[in-house]
């Protein structure tokens, strides 16, 4: 069947082109590969390959037309021994009617999340710190999952450069603990195609400040690629390590990234506060069939917890948990921002404002739902971060609260977060940086008017 | 570390002297090569007809962007066909693949329906990713095929974590693990190439080498870039440049390669020399060369060309034999482009779905 060799676009935005020179003449016979015209747009300029062996029969468009759309047929080509003339049949075939999506776009799916398990009257409640739930965390879930496999730099020999990792390399060996060189970028990619290859990987990061090197391969190669094979490859890797402003550590090793990874499709991210949540949490991030990144906080590492007693904790990813209930305000924090937050409902208290503190756990998917119902109670807000307020948690929360309580707000939203500075060592500039218990306690008197 | 199934194996050296001519390129491999084993007629006709569905598919690609029917990026593989040619007929079932956005050539070869790669590239939802990845994102598990990565070199590590969990597996698998020679140049590449050795992963580094990255020439952008393929030395990884455009050449490389990494000595580097005959993408124009680079190629180097030469001179099959070839090969890809065509569209609801997977219970695989 003849060919019409249309006009072709240089670009995806092309829309007309100038025909400037025609190689040919009808007539001709060109083989693949020849050139046989050169168009130009006002950007770049492009030389028409025959895409087959033939003859040039006609050409319908001119030298020197300018403003010919693309696609508008511009030669015929006709095969061995074939008719010149073009039939409707060489037409491009139209798309199948009715594949055009209707204008309005499908609504998100809804989705419920399950509640924390019941803990039974009778369970035993032991005291640990919140890196020995980790460590239990990841421990279980080895023994559990042969695919399990945790790798890092100094998680194995050195036992965790903040000692998470502790016992691990003696009871599951150097083939599932895994020492890695400082190469963030290159093994974050490998635990991402050892997931597509079927494992369940661990990766800590010592901290999540050098994370930052391996960003194209969480998001991109992480996150989105589920999306792009169209749900045929899931990637089933847990991201860890601390988050946040340690002491005194300086601007780029004092950052919390929550908003970063919440940013993005495809990703779950869990920031705990507790020890009973961190290890309830991690063992759910590791059987969670997609890439979640787990932000813990190197100053609660050492803090103690009560945690249950249980053989298999696991609580449900996306929940936030009331830690006091209260009626006046409502103050959502997560992760280490409780330990201010908490001392500030303490404080609050004396002068008699009652607050409820919401520890968020989860920040993607973000258990919204809690923090609608606390705000619809209490009609104020206060939201608690140590990264800076552009663009952060706090910023999505007083949003999303705007657009479905607004009527049941008795006063704007108010954020306490980082100062937009990068963190200063200086140990008085550095605590103005971060908040504080008193920022927590002013911020809840504004909005209470008092 | 699980252990390797198999060990031994002879070593494949750098440099040695069973080393390919590479295509193209002057000093002393060219004078010192052998000519690369012979393909059986079944071989040779076999690679004809895999390389040419290749070249039909990339051209009717090439066509139907230029109609506005394929959209956004889309970077065609011709010219380079023998290299995923040979490699295919190197390695073994079940064997892993995994590559950037210049895909669509590896994913003929590794046997994924025409019909889904080209309705992919016209997004419609008999894509191979439901017309949701698009002409540099298409995978198939059940095909080994794991993609389709549009960031330069984002793959190495990736392929490098396959081969990691093979490894831990000890399933006896290995992973080709494909990049251009402008990838070579990214750090991920080399934390790739010292992991690889250092945990002696059962992958092969297949190094396209088709000497522009974008329009930058390798002179121009790659130090000592007449020996890539010993970019791993010092991390004792071996490498061989092969002449890409012979897919003798490329099996022959392959088959040493494969069972090299294979018998647990670790990862290995192909340089395939190679020449892309169109520009980097549809909307490259390739003004970076000369037309009489192109044309030069084309004529002695083409590697259709010369299995089409050596089935007629050695009388393996006829003129009008190799035209049936063609007439099935050119029906195929007729077809692929007439259902990426009538294809419907994704349906809306698609715009949500595949972002995350259900949870499951009991979690595991």
Request: proline content about 5%.
């Amino acid at each position: 069947m003849p060919t019409r060799i249309l006009m072709p676009a240089l670009s995806p935005t092309m829309e007309f082109g100038k025909l400037a020179k025609w190689l040919v003449k009808e007539g001709d016979a060109v083989s693949a590969g020849d050139i046989i015209a050169e168009i130009e747009t006002d950007k770049a300029s492009m030389e028409v390959e025959a895409v087959d062996e033939g003859v040039i029969t006609q050409i319908l468009v001119s030298e020197g037309a300018e403003n010919i759309a693309v696609n508008t047929p511009i030669a015929v080509l006709a095969g061995d021994g074939e008719e010149a003339a073009v039939g409707p049949g060489a037409a491009p075939v139209q798309p199948a009617a009715g594949s055009v999506p209707p204008r309005d776009p499908a609504p998100p799916p809804h989705t419920t999340v399950a509640s924390d398990p019941d803990i039974p009257s009778d369970a035993h409640f032991v005291e640990m710190t919140v890196r020995e739930a980790l460590r239990d965390a990841m421990a279980e879930e080895m023994r559990r999952d042969d695919t399990v496999f945790v790798m890092g730099e100094e998680v194995a020999e050195y036992q965790g450069a903040y000692k998470v990792t502790q016992g691990l390399l003696d009871e599951f060996g150097g083939t599932r603990v895994i020492d890695t060189p400082i190469t963030e970028h290159g093994f974050a990619g490998l635990g991402v195609g050892a997931a597509f290859g079927g494992l369940r990987p661990i990766v800590e990061f010592m901290t999540f400040n050098f994370a930052m090197q391996a960003m194209d391969q969480i998001i991109n190669s992480a996150a989105k690629t589920l999306y792009m094979s169209g749900g045929q490859m899931g990637c089933p890797i847990v991201f860890r390590g601390p988050n946040g402003a340690a002491a005194r550590v300086g601007a780029q090793h004092s950052q919390d990234f929550s908003s970063w990874y919440a940013h993005v499709p495809g990703l779950r991210v869990i920031a705990p506060y507790s020890a009973a949540d961190a290890k309830g949490l991690l063992k759910a991030a590791i059987r969670d069939p997609n890439p979640v990144v787990f932000l813990e906080h190197e100053i609660l590492y050492g803090q103690s917890f009560e945690v249950p007693d249980l053989d298999d904790y696991v609580l449900p990813i996306g929940k936030a948990r009331i830690l006091r209930e209260g009626g006046d305000v409502t103050l959502v924090a997560f992760s280490h921002g409780l330990t201010y937050t908490l001392a500030a409902a303490d404080r609050l208290a004396e002068t008699g404002i009652s607050a409820e503190v919401i520890d968020l756990r989860t920040i993607r998917p973000m258990d919204t739902a809690s923090v609608i119902a606390s705000v619809k109670k209490t009609n104020r807000l206060v939201t608690v971060e140590e990264g800076w307020s552009v663009c952060g948690i706090g910023a999505e929360i007083a949003a999303t609260v705007m657009g479905e309580a607004f009527d049941y707000l008795d006063a704007p939203v108010m954020r306490v977060s980082g100062k937009n500075v990068p963190m200063p060592y200086a140990a008085n500039l550095e605590k103005l940086a971060l908040p504080s218990v008193e920022d927590v306690v002013e911020a809840a008197k504004a909005v209470c008017y008092a | 570390m699980a252990g390797a199934k198999k060990k031994g194996g002879s070593a494949t050296k750098t440099g040695s002297a069973s080393r390919s001519r590479p295509a193209g390129r002057k000093g002393k491999a060219a004078k010192s090569a052998p000519a690369a084993p012979a393909f059986s007629p079944e071989e040779e006709l076999h690679a004809y007809r895999e390389m040419l569905l290749i070249r039909r598919f990339e051209e009717k690609a090439g066509q139907m962007y230029g109609m506005g029917l394929i959209g956004g990026f889309c970077h065609l593989y011709i010219g380079q066909e023998a290299v995923v040619t040979g490699l295919k007929m190197a390695i073994e079932e079940g064997d892993q693949m995994i590559t950037s956005y210049r895909d669509h050539g590896h994913m003929l070869v590794c046997g994924m329906d025409p019909k889904g790669v080209m309705a992919e590239l016209t997004g419609r939802r008999g894509g191979y990713s439901k017309g949701k990845g698009g002409s540099m994102h298409m995978f198939s598990r059940e095909k080994n095929f794991f993609g389709g990565h549009g960031i330069v070199g984002a793959q190495v590590p990736l392929g490098a974590g396959l081969a990691f969990a093979n490894k831990y597996n000890d399933n006896g698998r290995i992973t080709l693990t494909f990049f251009g020679e402008g990838a070579l140049n990214q750090g991920q590449v080399y934390e790739s190439f010292n992991m690889a050795a250092l945990w002696k992963l059962p992958v092969v580094f297949v190094l396209e080498n088709n000497r522009y990255a974008m329009g930058t020439s390798v002179t121009r952008s790659a130090a000592k870039s007449e020996e890539l393929y010993n970019r791993g030395s010092i991390y004792g990884i071996p490498g061989e440049p092969v002449d890409g455009m012979d897919v003798r050449a490329v099996k022959d490389a392959g088959e040493r390669a494969a069972k090299w990494t294979r018998d647990g000595n670790g990862p290995i580097i192909l340089e395939m020399l190679t020449y892309r005959y169109r520009g980097h993408s549809m909307s490259d124009p390739a003004k970076y060369r000369t037309r009489e680079e192109v044309q030069k190629m084309r004529a002695e180097h083409d590697p259709i060309e010369q299995v089409r030469t050596r089935i007629l001179d050695a009388g393996l099959a006829g003129e009008d034999d190799l035209k049936t070839i063609d007439k099935e090969v050119r029906a195929k890809v007729s077809e692929a482009a007439e259902f990426a065509q009538a294809d419907a569209e994704p349906d809306a609801a698609e715009l949500w779905s595949d972002v995350l997977l259900e949870a499951t219970a009991q979690g595991g695989n």
